[in-house]
């Protein structure tokens, strides 16, 4: 069995910082891909930041400058720094990842069960 274990979200005042860490746990083979979406009330989920294997970057347009995203391939983990947060980037955070397990080795795509970002002064 896999679980992405997320941890970080928080209060923070405009302006502040956060880290958020998902670390993918159990039998895994591979990683692809890691990413986090954030889903605000009453709005859509998106796409906030991934990273390749290979440690290509992507990032939301409402993000780029302020947020960095990075892995660990030994533990697992992907990391978002969040900087210079914005009221609007308020949500729930989700880490995101395509994996395939020691047992059945077919790419799936797995979720974490979030982590809550306000803020807020």
């Known amino acids: 069995q896999v679980q992405l274990v997320e941890s970080g979200g928080g209060l923070v005042q405009p302006g502040g910082s956060l880290r958020l860490s998902c670390a993918a746990v159990g039998s895994i083979s591979s990683i692809y891909t890691m990413g986090w979406y954030r889903q605000a009330p009453g709005k859509q989920r998106e796409l906030v930041a991934a990273?390749?294997?290979?440690?290509?970057?992507t990032y939301a347009d409402s993000v780029k400058g302020r947020f960095t995203i990075s892995r660990d391939h030994a533990k697992n983990t992907v990391y978002l720094q969040m900087n210079s947060l914005k009221p609007e980037d308020t949500a729930v955070y989700y880490c995101n990842t395509d994996l395939a397990t020691l047992f059945s080795r077919i790419r799936t795509n797995y979720w974490g069960q979030g982590t809550r970002v306000t803020v807020s002064s």
């Open positions: 990273i390749t294997s290979g440690g290509t970057t």
